[in-house]
């Protein structure tokens, strides 16, 4: 639909967040019923016991597909509907343009690997952090929950199980993560507030907390923090698609390599590394940053953009 047609449905920025968290708060209830109903109607038990059947080992590659299903609604209803209320394409302003020179690609590979490092170091300096022990203990037992639906629905034991993975845990949400998280609301605290520092952390900020983990929350953080500059500079949702998906492809891999051995398994998902390699990992970023700033143009198509 060319943007003429839609010249009478442009709002504001302040209308267009409106809509945005409306539209996440009723994306999120239907996307939970219509994936727990598909879910029990094909196992042919009660809605009420879905949840739990999905936690079942047994069941991995159903619970995969069906966290899979939930995400895409979920995510991607507000991002279309912010991106229709938006003035112009509605493609281009989901973040769907052409990367501009392969460059980009090699900076933002290189800055995957250097923000594992960092959130690493992260997740490190978050347990050094005092806090209440009736806090503690709540946040290790949420961590201990996620922990547990993730190997559940990770159970992997054939390079089949580990294609679907990387389909379902980090292609799929890649895409839509970013285009609800960068393309949408990003974009959108931006245009609302001028100010794209305030855009990239806030929203990096419930990027983090929408994965509810206490001990990842820094880790997450820094993540959506680098996903956010990789989307200011570079205009396209591309580049931050690909260094998501990376992320998620490489804690797969790593799960996948250590199959079959617990204590493995729990080292694997820790994730932990030494404050020092955050310090390295901190300036390696900084530095990638920069030539990819000089790569994109961002100056020049910083200036070419209208909100």
Not at 125 to 140: D, G, R, S, V
Request: hydrophobic share 55%; proline share 3%; aromatic share 12%.
């Amino acid at each position: 639909m060319r943007a003429i047609d839609r010249s009478l449905l442009h709002m504001s920025p302040a209308m267009r967040m409106a809509i945005f968290i409306g539209t996440t708060g009723i994306s999120l209830i239907l996307g939970a019923f219509v994936t727990f109903s598909l879910v029990a109607a094909y196992l042919h038990i009660g809605l009420a016991q879905t949840q739990f059947v999905l936690l079942q080992p047994g069941n991995a590659h159903i619970s995969l597909f069906a966290n899979a299903f939930a995400s895409i609604i979920s995510f991607l209803i507000p991002s279309i509907a912010v991106a229709f209320f938006t003035s112009g394409s509605v493609l281009k302003n989901m973040g769907f343009k052409s990367v501009a020179n392969f460059k980009l690609v090699n900076w933002v590979i290189l800055l995957a690997i250097a923000g594992l490092l960092l959130s690493g170091a992260m997740a490190t300096l978050t347990e050094l952090i005092p806090i209440p022990a009736t806090f503690k203990t709540w946040a290790m037992d949420l961590e201990e929950t996620y922990k547990k639906a993730m190997l559940a629905m990770t159970k992997m034991n054939s390079v089949f199980d580990l294609v679907i993975n990387l389909f379902a845990v980090a292609f799929l949400p890649a895409i839509v993560e970013e285009l609800y998280f960068r393309g949408a609301l990003q974009t959108t605290i931006k245009c609302w507030t001028g100010n794209y520092i305030i855009a990239i952390v806030v929203t990096s900020i419930i990027f983090s907390a929408f994965h509810f983990s206490y001990f990842g929350f820094l880790s997450r953080m820094v993540l959506g923090i680098i996903l956010g500059y990789i989307y200011e500079y570079t205009k396209t949702i591309w580049l931050p698609i690909l260094l998501h998906f990376i992320n998620n492809g490489i804690a797969i891999i790593a799960l996948y390599s250590v199959h079959g051995d617990p204590n493995k398994v729990n080292k694997v998902m820790d994730e932990n590394l030494p404050i020092y390699w955050g310090v390295i990992a901190g300036v390696a970023v900084v530095t990638i940053f920069v030539q990819l700033k000089k790569d994109a143009n961002y100056e020049g198509l910083d200036q070419s953009i209208q909100h």
